[in-house]
């Protein structure tokens, strides 16, 4: 009887090397997908950094860009000076205007223009709007993010 | 013998996993001492930078828009000492182009502390220059020529004054400090500046923190209008020129809003040469008389006795005087400005020849009380509340000062002992021109922040006479100027105003000499559209404000009228008729 049992659990259990060889592919399976984990927060990192210093980069680019504004503001205020007009006027052949020379008409419906509002001189400032969570965010923290929050932001 | 292997291997894990045991333990060990929070402390100095991030300082552009005060661009050259190959070089390429000397950059470069790593060599370096050392660094770089290498340029902005000269008393200027001073920029500093933030700046791209915006300064509209102050400037130097006065001050104002439509004063200085400052003026006073320097204004102050005697019922046009050439007042003899008698008089002839007796004599009929109730309200001796920087106060003695004396009442009267500042006057006289309402003068129209814009209201300063009084007294003005052909006229226009001429107090008297002259005057009667203030000082071609300020008052009115398109009169009343 115990003879048969013996011949049974033989006949059923696997060989030792069976066993050993499910043991390494069950590490190798670990060691594998912990290696594309590192790949894939390797990739993220890297695309972080890349787009972290476009970023930097562009700013940059903005406080060129406003730095010759300005300089291009003051530039064409320059030619444009009372000075400058005035000079530029006479070289031209006109001379100042004498109170009998003038003509006035009555234009139906003409409204006398309130100062000139200056929007369109004044320097649309940029409104940087706050850079979505993903380009700031680490796998780690968005992995702890999840567990912390279970996905609900 | 199997055994033995194996026993031989557990002792050799066993052994391997107290080492590496062993190691672990240790770099716990090591992250928690105390030299790793150190050495912690230190890398997170290198892992970025705290950097101050100074807003562009806000713009300002007259009422049309034209820029008044910008930015430009400028550079602090410096030299990274960490990188620096050759100094000797860099000393005399930086000499060349910065205009210093061989000895004084090299000694920058070589008796620099140990401690500094950037040395800088000039500040506010032109980006012309700049240019021509970057262009020339990158020539000897693609030539393998470290000579200047460390050379760095740090860019900043200036504040830049494209018109140079024009409206300086009114704008003020900015120092390379960043800080305003006088008139706008001084006044407005805090909106114009804007406020700097402070900011940590990490190397690691990972941590791409978002940098907080830092918005510019405010830019402000002011209610100038840069053609015709270019045209008031131009006309106060020829004035000046062709009366041979030592200074004068002219101011142009919207008499139903405060709006001050220019403002010139003598000297003025090119805003970009600020260092000028030092050589034009004496003291702050100066920088713009007609907001900072008190005088006595004579007889243009005769329109506010006039104002209270007919507000207050105490005459009326038609009332008769007889002008006998002097009054007593407190025991002192007050006489007329040629020590004349002028008869018998109606309150407009007592306005058109300016007769100091007549003005004496309707003060002590209306009472020290009634009479300084009005010049309180008439606002001497208090400032206007211009928005402009270092305004002056003025100074109007009122009955209980240790220093006012019964015949003040009589002086007073007629614009002497009172000290207004020409901006004062006008402001006084404001309520005259705008039916009983006294209006607060303003510079600034508008803020423009944020893409917004924001127009600041007009105020008022009370209403010290009623409407009709103001119609009534406007009317007597603008005929004492018809019938004496006054130069202040200006052909096609009705306008009210009056001359003043006053006598220059020392330590020791009234100067016997010179005058300050003055006008104050509006137009189109029946619709004032513009106030004008003269103030000519010590004219020498003729003492009196009726041979110089009031011809100035006609010329500054004509471009007034041409610069803001307002008809004649007959014109604008076949207008108003259809």
């Known amino acids: 009887m115990q ?30 997908v912990l290696a594309l984990v590192a790949a894939l927060y390797l990739d993220v990192t890297a695309r972080a950094a890349v787009a972290g210093r476009e970023i930097q980069e562009l700013r940059f680019e903005i406080t060129t860009i406003q730095r010759s504004n300005a300089d291009l503001e003051t530039e064409l205020a320059n030619l444009t000076s009372t000075a400058v007009m005035q000079q530029r006027a006479l ?25 000139a509002i200056l929007l369109a001189a004044e320097d649309a400032q940029l409104h940087s709007q ?4 993903e380009y700031t965010q680490s796998l780690l923290e968005w992995v702890d993010e999840r567990i912390k929050f279970g996905g609900v932001q | 013998m199997r055994q033995q292997y194996a026993i031989r291997s557990w002792v050799l894990a066993v052994g391997l996993a107290i080492v590496g045991l062993a190691v672990i333990v240790q770099m716990i060990r090591i992250q928690n001492s105390e030299q790793a929070k150190i050495f912690l402390s230190q890398g997170d100095l290198y892992a970025g930078e705290f950097n101050t991030i100074y807003p562009e300082r806000g713009e300002i552009y007259d009422r049309n828009g034209h820029l008044l005060a910008g930015n430009r661009t400028v550079y602090e050259v410096g030299v990274s000492l960490n990188d620096m190959e050759d100094p000797e070089a860099l000393a005399y390429i930086l000499g060349t182009y910065l205009g210093l000397t061989y000895e004084d950059v090299y000694n920058k470069l070589i008796d620099s502390p140990e401690s500094w790593e950037y040395v800088v060599i000039q500040d506010y370096v032109g980006a012309e220059t700049v240019t021509s050392l970057q262009q020339l660094a990158q020539q000897l770089d693609d030539a393998d020529d470290e000579s200047l290498h460390g050379l760095g340029f740090k860019p900043h902005f200036q504040r830049s004054y494209p018109e140079n000269n024009l409206a300086s008393n009114v704008l003020g200027f900015v120092t390379r400090d960043g800080r305003g001073y006088f008139g706008i920029e001084e006044k407005y500093n805090d909106l114009l ?19 907080p915006r830092v918005p510019n300064g405010t830019s402000l509209v002011l209610t100038l209008n840069r053609d015709l102050q270019a045209k008031v400037e131009n006309i106060l130097d020829q004035s000046l020129t062709e009366y041979g006065a030592k200074n004068g001050t002219i101011i ?20 970009n040469n600020y260092a000028d400052y030092f050589v034009l003026y004496d003291n702050g006073s100066q920088y713009n008389r007609a907001v900072g320097m008190a005088y006595e204004a004579g007889s243009v102050v005769k329109v506010l006795t006039m104002a209270a005697a007919l507000d207050s019922g105490t005459v009326v046009p038609s009332t008769s005087f007889v002008d006998t050439g002097s009054i007593q007042v407190g025991g002192i003899t007050i006489q007329n400005w040629d020590r004349q008698p002028w008869g018998q008089q109606d309150m407009v002839g007592c306005l058109q020849h300016s007769l100091n007796v007549c003005m004496a004599w309707i003060a002590t009929q209306m009472g ?3 009479f300084y109730s009005y010049m309180d309200r008439f606002g001497l001796g208090h400032r206007t509340g211009v928005d402009l920087a270092d305004e002056a106060m003025g100074r109007l003695k009122v009955p209980g000062d240790s220093d006012w004396y019964s015949v003040d009442l009589g002086t007073n009267a007629f614009g002497q002992g009172v000290s207004v500042t020409p901006l004062q006057m006008l402001t006084a006289v404001s309520a005259v021109a705008n039916g ?21 209201p007009a105020q008022y300063a009370g209403s010290p006479i009623s409407a009709q009084t103001a119609k009534t007294l406007s009317e007597m003005l603008a005929i004492s100027l018809e019938q004496e052909s006054s130069g202040a006229l200006l052909p096609g226009y009705r306008v009210a105003g009056k001359t003043g001429t006053a006598q220059i107090p020392t330590d020791y008297g009234y100067d016997p000499n010179h005058t300050n002259a003055s006008f104050v005057g509006w137009g189109p009667v029946d619709d004032p559209q513009f106030m004008i203030y003269v103030w000519l000082q010590e004219p020498s071609t003729s003492i009196w404000g009726s041979q110089t300020a009031a011809p100035v008052f006609s010329v500054v009115a004509e471009q007034t009228v041409i610069t803001l398109n307002i008809p004649p009169d007959v014109v604008r009343n076949q207008f108003g008729s259809r």
């Not at chain 1, 013996?6 to 594998?32: D, N, T």
């Not at chain 1, 052949?93 to 309130?114: H, M, N």
């Not at chain 2, 142009?252 to 805003?271: C, E, F, K, Y």
Request: glycine share 6%; no cysteine.
């Open chain 1, 130 to 133: 706050a850079l979505p969570m």
């Open chain 2, 252 to 271: 142009v104002m919207d008499p139903r809003n405060g709006d001050i439509l220019a403002m010139a004063t003598t000297p003025r200085m090119n805003l």
């Open chain 1, 91 to 115: 070289e031209l052949g006109y001379r100042p205007v004498k109170p009998g020379e003038l003509d006035y008409i009555s234009v139906p419906g003409f409204v006398t223009p309130e100062p």
């Open chain 1, 3 to 32: 003879g048969q049992a013996i011949q049974i659990i033989h006949a059923y259990k696997q060989a030792p090397w069976r066993v050993q060889r499910q043991y390494v592919g069950a590490f190798l399976l670990v060691v594998i």
């Open chain 2, 368 to 370: 020290t009380q009634t």
């Open chain 2, 193 to 211: 500046a804007g406020n700097p933030v402070q900011v940590w700046i990490p190397r690691d791209p990972n941590k791409a923190a978002e940098i």
């Open chain 2, 436 to 456: 009983g309402h006294m209006v607060t003068p303003h510079v600034l129209y508008s803020m423009l922040r944020d893409s917004h814009q924001y127009n600041v």
